[in-house]
Every structure is written in structure tokens, then in C-alpha cells.
């Protein structure tokens, strides 16, 4: 079995593993995955998997020490990524971890899979190569989809203003300007000083929506809403998928929504 930190990655590694390889998100869906506290049944199902595949980049910051507790193969699938570092607060120059929410940067995430599935089960290398290969063509309509859809918006609506820092890595694929009320998901609270920010970001840019991840209180963001006449925009989905019945079954279906949510609010809502 193939066990993964979270459900994004997989969703992706179910699309790599085929019906060749069990794959299992060792947390939930809707988990706030940055400050997740494994629990002994974690550890327990940590320690019967063949594989543990991480996000790295100090996404998981209980890692580290759960996966020695496990003494299970570990493969960090964002490894050869190019990492945007963040910008402000007490993250500044450490790597923003959010780098799945470029579809170009889950191709790699792909590869990383295809040679550690390959590793693990050497006699379906074959299928893993072209399940990735597949995959990847997909990614890569969704990346055009959504430069399409985003680089549509006028300069002056194309602004994306989340609760979390987590679309940097969107932001430079689309040519957007990011602003977001806190760097990573830790703290979860917003501080005065983050929300007054928001705020006057907002005002200079006469910004029409604003937005909040699926997994955090979009109260903060809230009094964004209130203190400038911005619309809420919806809800986001960066660090898990939904329900199956819900908004973003997949990651591919994530990438669209998101994109989807964005567009929309900051052409209909305009103010
Ligand atoms: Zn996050």
C-alpha cells in the first residue's frame, strides 16, 4: 500500500499507480493538513504501508517525525521543483509549499511517482510510465485552460486575495498579483496588522472579490469583505480535495474550479 500525507497527492498517485498499487491519503478529506497531529492509528497505518509519499517543503511540519516513527521508504514528490520562496512575515525566505497549484509543477510530482512506484513494483514500470505520461497530457490541458481563462481578466481585475499564501505558484503561472491575510496555515489566526494589510491592498487596487481556502475560517477574510465593499468570492480549494459529491472530486477538477471561481467573481462582481 502507498500512503500518502494528503488527498491531493493521492488522487495524483492514484492516476500514476493504475489498479496496480493501493493508494491511501493518511489524512482525511477537508484536514487541515500543515498543522495535522497524527494520531497512534496514523502511526499504526504508517507502519503497514511499502510507501509514504510527502509533499515536502515544510508543508507536512509533523513529518519528519512521524515517518521515523514508521521506519517506512519515503519519496518527496516535489523534489526538482522550482520553489518560490515567501515573501513576508515570520516565512520569509522559506519555500512556499503550495507547489502543487501549478499544474506544470505536478508534472513533475508525476515523474517523481512513475520512478518511485517503478522502484517499488519494477514488473509494472511500463504501465506507470504511461499512466504518467497520460496524466501529464491532462495537466497540461488544465495549465492552458486556466492561463486562458485568468489571462482574460483585464490588468486591473487580476488580483487573486486569499486568506492563505497558497497561490504563488498559480499566480506566476497566470500573471496574476497574489495577496493573501497569512503565509501558511500555522497560527490560524490572523493578526490585526495581516487583516489592515488586506485591507488596503483591496482599497489601492479597487480589488472587486476576494477569496478563502476550503480548509481555514473564512472570518478573517470576512472582515476584508466588510471594510471595503468587496464581494466574497467563494471558496477555494488548495490543501484537499472535497467529497466525492462534492466541488472537486479530483485534483484536475480542483485546478478548474479554483480558476473557475476566480474568474468568475472578479468579472461578475465588479465594483
Ligand atoms: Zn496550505
Known sequence: MVLTTFTVLEDIAENVAGDHLRVESLTKVGAEIHGYEPTPRDVAKAS?????????????????????????????????????????????GKPN???????????????????????LAPAHAQEFAANGETYKRKLQDVHREMVA?????????????????AFSYLARDTGMTEKYIWPVNAEQQATPQQITSAIQFVETNDVPAVFCEST??????????????????????????????GPVPTYLDLLRHDADTIVEALTGGGS
Open 216 to 245: 481555514v475560517s473564512s472570518e478573517p477574510m470576512q472582515q476584508v469583505v466588510d471594510a471595503t465593499g468587496a464581494t466574497f468570492g467563494g471558496t477555494l480549494y488548495v490543501d484537499s480535495l472535497s467529497e466525492a459529491d
Open 48 to 92: 503497514e504501508a511499502d510507501l509514504i509519499l510527502d509533499n515536502g517543503l515544510n508543508l507536512e511540519a509533523w513529518f519528519a517525525q512521524f515517518v521515523e516513527s514508521a521506519d517506512v521508504p519515503h519519496v518527496v514528490v516535489s523534489e526538482g521543483v522550482d520553489a518560490i520562496d515567501i515573501a513576508a512575515d515570520a516565512y520569509a
Open 97 to 119: 509549499p503550495h507547489a502543487w497549484m501549478s499544474a506544470l509543477n505536478a508534472r513533475i510530482y508525476v515523474d517523481n511517482m512513475v520512478d518511485a512506484f517503478s522502484e
Open 149 to 165: 481563462k485568468l489571462e482574460s481578466l483585464p490588468d486591473n481585475e487580476r488580483a487573486l486575495v486569499s486568506c492563505e499564501g
